[in-house]
DNA sequence: ATCGATGTTGCAATATGTGGCAGTGAACGT
DNA sequence: ACGTTCACTGCCACATATTGCAACATCGAT
């Protein structure tokens, strides 16, 4: 009886390519099994599909699904590739505790990219980011509104800082944050490596309601120096590997919860 | 909306007519067995229908249905390939206008993006921008601070908006804007699509000490229908082919100068 | 080097498109 | 009243397109 928004079971093939060609300009890759299983059709239908669309010109083909051709993004690009199996993981962690209509805060980085990318399927969300990326790849998911937090813009995290994003921050309700950070201490905190960073996230936690961090497992080797303020009152860690059961336990002591994901 | 809801027991045909119109606005695409079962008319009527309606451009037929006509701008990274060479051209006279130690406003839109590109050799400039993609282009480029203006996301500009954005602007002492448009009015204006873009525009021209606008020759054979304010405030326009000589002598006597690329 | 996932190809099944033909019913003229 | 015309429709048979399956080739990560 519902003949709308969410894709009739067999949905007609130009209805497919337009919905592959929107993901990919979302996502800038697609996978044969995700489409597959979307539009409920056979994996060779999606690769007569792609290879359709690739004579086109309009993507290219790669092992297990395709890209969209570009004029390549420098730099951060390269270090959301490390691990991106475990930040995938997380991405889906994180967007599974996003409800309909919230208001959600994605702080800069590549896990929270990795979360961004995980959320494009979801519908009616109000986005808030200071991240150049986030903005423009979630900016293209239907039924986002997307509000851009403007500022000086750091080229190491293409995402915009200082006083101006700070105040633009505090005009938001948030119902759920996700903050990067710089690594997971011994002492079961999270830390930072500049003050700004720091002071800034320590902000969020107190404007959101739920905040959790999202730290890959690269993370735990490393050591920064700033603690963040208001840890105790964030809601959770999402990590994509157990961290050493002493570090688990004192996270555990201090009030967030250790989420694990695979 | 939908008095219809239940199934008309025999519809005529200029009604299914109008609610097959209906459906291709709302879902983009209809099949014939979706139809036929809604109508309760057999499948060969419905693509009677469609036929007729295919005849009259109202739609197009395809494999089990039909869809309707590109609804959708193409993609901002489409777009940006059309006249690539004449953008290219204004880009390079655009840059040639800028100085070091400049602080530059660059509008949003394909021509602009173009004009960035040929600034990514230019040192020691501050930037100012609502675009996305402006923003994450220049933020690498060395020598460059790049302020973002925060805003709610226009997913077609892919940049900032709305009364925020408006609110960071006026905060920027700007020695010289790039700004695009519409189209190129038959007396000599720079026209838009949108009342909030003419506005914003005729704003940053007061602000600005010198505005040029960047209008690629595709612009030429379009009208829009709103008057940018301040236009003969403007210190130019940038064009990367001649327009009808009339054209030109109009947007002289109103003062900008006319400058065209190669 | 091996194993699981992915890509390819031919083929059969199903769905869809096309054209012809006949039945229906309304409009119209006789 | 009757018959004719005509638009519209459904049914049928056949042509074409699309899809899924299965067998086999390749790729890629351990």
């Given at each position: 009886m519902s003949p709308d928004?969410?894709?009739?079971?067999r949905a007609l093939a130009p209805r497919r390519h337009e919905e592959i060609l929107r993901r990919l300009g979302v996502q800038g890759s697609v996978s044969v099994a995700e489409l597959a299983g979307f539009f409920d059709v056979s994996r060779e239908t999606i690769r007569r599909d792609l290879k359709l669309l690739s004579d086109k010109g309009q993507l290219g083909i790669v092992h297990g699904g395709a890209a969209r051709f570009e004029p390549s993004e420098p730099a951060m690009s390269l270090r959301s590739q490390e691990n991106a199996r475990g930040k995938a993981a997380i991405g889906r962690v994180a967007a599974g505790l996003i409800r309909n209509g919230m208001v959600v805060f994605l702080d800069s980085g590549t896990t929270t990219l990795a979360v961004a990318q995980a959320m494009t399927d979801l519908r009616d969300l109000t986005i808030c980011t200071a991240s150049l990326p986030i903005a423009l790849l979630l900016c293209h998911a239907p039924g986002m509104r997307v509000h851009m937090l403007g500022g000086e813009i750091d080229p190491g995290e293409e995402a915009a800082s200082g006083i101006d994003m700070l105040e633009a921050m505090s005009r938001f309700r948030v119902d759920i944050a996700f903050l990067g950070g710089g690594a997971l201490s011994p002492d079961g905190e999270v830390t930072d490596f500049t003050r700004a960073g720091a002071e800034q996230r320590g902000r969020m936690i107190a404007l959101a309601a739920k905040t959790y961090f999202v730290l890959d497992s690269s993370k735990f080797a490393k050591l920064t120096p700033l603690r963040i303020p208001n840890f105790e009152r964030a809601a959770g860690v999402i990590v994509d590997a157990k961290p050493q059961a002493d570090i688990a336990e004192a996270i555990a002591r201090k009030g967030p919860e250790l989420m694990v994901a695979s």
């Open positions: 928004s969410s894709l009739p079971a």
